[in-house]
């Protein structure tokens, strides 16, 4: 098994601090990515603590003896486990100082073991998977605008230019629990993951990431993304991770 991966993270063109944080891991094939929220400098508090708290409850998880539980349901449940206990505290963290409250953050994780690729969120990050020369979303956004997509009562271009876009619905830290979507996927040879804040995927369609993940060498695609969407304005923090599997054997 070899991966390869690239990750960037750039604080766009309109705000003066970068509440975004990623984590590339080669080594534990891990991969998050945490878009912060709230307060002075909570936001980039909370995405911090996300992706360092995750890190090393999973490192925790990797080395249980899963037992009688099969290996695969064990990292599933391990995985949701991991992100919701770093949720609760960074919850726990809000309530120690006044700057810090309300504090929460998005997270998206990308975990590698064996031959399956472990996907999970909370928030409106999300991972995309290229394959055969197709970009999907993976992640189902937990945002009001989403849900209500789901549920038929907006459509796709409402949904585009809505004002409670940014709204999430689910976050690490608003409350001390929260709900974890956990995906498995077998990994195919060439597969590549991009995982990225909503400041990437509010600004780029499905398409053109592909065309520019398809026209840039791996270590160049994510500059790339984050230039086009600092040239269509900016707004947002922007982060981008991207780990491709050169080999599955
Ligand atoms: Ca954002």
Redesign the pocket.
């Known amino acids: 098994m070899k991966i390869i991966s690239a990750g960037i993270t750039d604080v766009g063109r309109r705000r003066s601090r970068n509440?975004?944080a990623f984590l590339v891991n080669d080594e534990m094939r891990l991969f998050v990515v945490a878009?912060g929220?709230g307060g002075h400098v909570g936001g980039s508090l909370a995405s911090t603590l996300a992706v360092t708290l995750v890190e090393s409850e999973v490192e925790r998880m990797l080395r249980e003896d899963p037992g009688d539980t099969d290996p695969v349901d064990h990292v599933r449940q391990g995985l949701a486990k991991a992100i919701a206990s770093a949720g609760k505290q960074i919850h726990g963290k809000a309530l120690d100082n006044p700057e810090w409250k309300g504090m929460g953050t998005?997270v998206v994780v990308l975990l590698v073991v064996d031959r399956n690729a472990f996907i999970a969120h909370v928030g409106?990050?999300r991972v995309y998977l290229v394959r055969d020369k197709t970009i999907r979303q993976m992640t189902d956004d937990h945002s009001l605008v989403a849900e209500s997509v789901r549920d038929g009562l907006l459509t796709e271009e409402q949904a585009k230019t809505h004002s409670l876009r940014?709204v999430i619905t689910r976050a690490l830290g608003f409350n001390p629990e929260v709900e974890v979507d956990v995906q498995v996927h077998s990994l195919a040879k060439s597969d590549r993951y991009l995982l990225c804040?909503?400041?990437l995927s509010?600004k780029l369609d499905d398409h053109e990431m592909l065309d520019i993940l398809d026209a840039n060498p791996l270590m160049v695609a994510p500059r790339e993304l984050v230039e086009l969407a600092c040239a269509r304005g900016g707004e947002?923090?922007?982060t981008v991770v991207l780990a491709r599997v050169d080999d599955v054997a």
């Open positions: 509440e975004d878009d929220m998005t409106d990050s940014n804040s909503d400041g509010g947002d923090n922007i």
